[in-house]
């Protein structure tokens, strides 16, 4: 608790009048201004508490109530060096002070993702180099409005800083000071949570949940407390309790985002599609959906029949999501009439051109005119717009996407080259700059129990970075033929999947992209996995000719790989016969 805690409150007036020694009011002072900073960062006043943090200082230097303050309005403020540097001075001076402990142990932990989920992983990684009211806003709206942002945790800081946290030692230090506060004083919520921050932050997520529970119990009105607590039951597919926590966030502050968001990607994972879809409109409140924001003169679709108007639709979001969510370009179409445009990056446009229904594919470049259209609406919010209800109202016919047949024709004579067997192709990682690619990515030596089953031929499909792994690997003897160079295109990648037998990827855009082709796909997933694959289940509504192999304890795809090798063997003995010249 910070000294200023010690001292009965009083007011600036009084402490500027003769009734106390100078020391004392100055020390008074400092505590009443500190803890008018400490409210004020703590409400997102950042740059103002900052103000009076600093006028305590130079009242009292000393006070590490003042220090403390500072540290609580650097770090809401996106600056957790110095916020570091403010806990620090504010534990010298008074080393009995557990808040400040609590605080500075979530700085090093480093930033947690406020969300579940992420979308779709991109496919640049596989395709080029490195690469108020308490109501959600519609996709009728002509801008999506944002809602204030949730009272900034120091956990996700670190906008106007260098990144902060997150190295070994920084863990190895707030795993003591949590130790230390929680010491001090067993009952400090701020203690327990910052505990419930390091289990998260180390994957141990039942330690997260027990240390967030008894924050709440502390204090049962924090909201970032709550919305964390359920995130991590979140993370161990535990959707009830995950439900649950998000409904006492929401309770506790019915216009912050971020329960409402991730309360929304839990209900879909659980397959309540028709709350889900609607409280997914929520993701337009959240602070980076600055990223993905457009704006447009003419005004949203409200989902109604378009008598021959022209509809643009447009990609929000990773190039999986708008993989995905292209097949309801042709449900729009299909039920409300009228001409349909879909506007998507350049990656995928020649893919995107095959989708039944759309008139044109337009290439998204800022500050390009584009063609005249009377309603728009982001692909994702057409499952919102169009009402399902249910998985089997998922539009699920494949393929909806169509690889170019003179490309497919070449794919096949270049695989048939390399004799029989049937022809796999293989993905291990997604984007290097993907926010989960740690537990969405796994080295390529982890497929090599694939090379001891007979009768297949295995092809790295995999581009950017961990495509340099394939050289190594064939150097060690082990049996895959790297395609990344002969693919310069997405169009290149469908005709390949087109030719192959089989696709095997971990959870990224190409299993989208082989999904919707309708070819037969295995999807390795981690123990956290996407909303979209839902729970405990080997199949998806998406995709009719995909598998899940999913993680059983977060990290470990060894069990995966041996699962996938056993029902390999299986493939290639339903399979095995079945040469390239019949096969489709």
Not at 317 to 322: K, W
Not at 413 to 434: F, T, Y
Request: aromatic letters at 6%.
């Amino acid at each position: 608790m910070p000294l200023a805690h010690f001292h009965d409150r009083m007011s600036v007036t009084d402490c500027q009048s003769n009734s106390y020694p100078p020391l004392l009011r100055q020390v008074r002072l400092a505590d009443g201004l500190a803890a008018e900073a400490e409210q004020l960062g703590r409400r997102g006043r950042s740059d103002t508490g900052l103000v009076v943090a600093r006028r305590a200082l130079a009242v009292c230097p000393q006070s590490a109530a003042a220090h403390f303050a500072a540290g609580v309005c650097s770090a809401s403020g996106g600056r957790p060096v110095d916020a570091a540097g403010f806990f620090r001075r504010a534990i010298h001076l008074e080393p009995v002070h557990p808040a400040a402990m609590a605080s500075l142990a979530t700085l090093l932990v480093g930033p947690l993702n406020s969300c579940i989920v992420h979308p779709a992983d991109s496919l640049e990684s596989t395709e080029q180099e490195g690469s108020s009211k308490n109501t959600p806003p519609t996709a009728a709206s002509n801008e999506f409005a944002i809602a204030p942002a949730s009272p900034p945790l120091p956990l996700r800081a670190g906008r106007r800083n260098r990144p902060f946290g997150g190295r070994p030692e920084d863990l190895a230090e707030a795993r003591t000071l949590c130790e230390r506060a929680l010491a001090i004083d067993p009952e400090c919520a701020d203690a327990h949570a910052a505990a419930g921050h390091l289990a998260f932050r180390e994957g141990r997520m039942d330690d997260a949940c027990r240390s967030y529970g008894r924050a709440l119990v502390l204090r049962p009105d924090d909201y970032n407390i709550a919305v964390n607590c359920a995130l991590a039951h979140h993370r161990e597919n535990r959707l009830a309790q995950a439900i649950a926590g998000y409904d006492q966030a929401i309770a506790i502050s019915p216009v912050l985002p971020d329960a409402y968001w991730n309360r929304a990607l839990a209900l879909l994972a659980a397959g309540d599609f028709a709350r889900g879809w609607v409280e997914h409109e929520w993701r337009w409140h959240r602070p980076d959906a600055q990223a993905m924001r457009r704006r447009y003169t003419q005004p949203g679709w409200d989902g109604g029949r378009l008598d021959g108007r022209t509809i643009l639709l447009w990609a929000e979001q990773g190039l999986g999501d708008s993989l995905q969510f292209a097949r309801y370009a042709t449900e729009v179409f299909e039920r409300a009439g009228g001409r349909v445009l879909l506007e998507v990056p350049e990656t995928i446009a020649r893919v995107l051109d095959t989708v039944a229904g759309v008139h044109r594919v337009i290439v998204r470049r800022d500050g390009a005119n584009l063609p005249p259209h009377d309603v728009q609406a982001p692909l994702m919010s057409l499952p919102f717009l169009l009402s399902p209800a249910t998985a089997d109202d998922i539009p699920a016919r494949v393929p909806y996407l169509f690889a170019l047949p003179h490309l497919v024709e070449r794919w096949r004579a270049r695989l048939a080259v390399d004799g029989p067997g049937l022809k796999i192709g293989l993905v291990w990682a997604s984007a290097a700059n993907s926010s989960t690619s740690s537990i969405r990515s796994m080295p390529l030596s982890a497929f090599a129990p694939l090379s001891t089953v007979q009768g297949v031929r295995l092809y790295g499909l995999q581009k950017g970075i961990a495509a340099a792994e394939m050289a190594l690997a064939v150097a060690a003897g082990f049996p895959i033929a790297d395609l990344s160079a002969d693919r310069p295109n997405m169009a290149d990648t469908a005709a390949l999947m087109a030719a192959l037998d089989l696709v095997i990827t971990v959870d990224t855009a190409a299993a989208h992209l082989a999904g919707a082709l309708g070819r037969p796909v295995w999807n390795m997933l981690p123990r956290a996995a996407d909303w979209r694959w839902q729970v405990d289940r080997a199949d998806t509504p998406w995709y009719p000719t995909m598998r899940l192999f999913r993680q059983y304890k977060t990290g470990e795809w060894g069990p995966v790989v041996e699962d996938i090798v056993v029902a390999l063997v299986e493939f290639v003995r339903l399979n095995g016969s079945r040469t390239r010249a019949n096969h489709d």
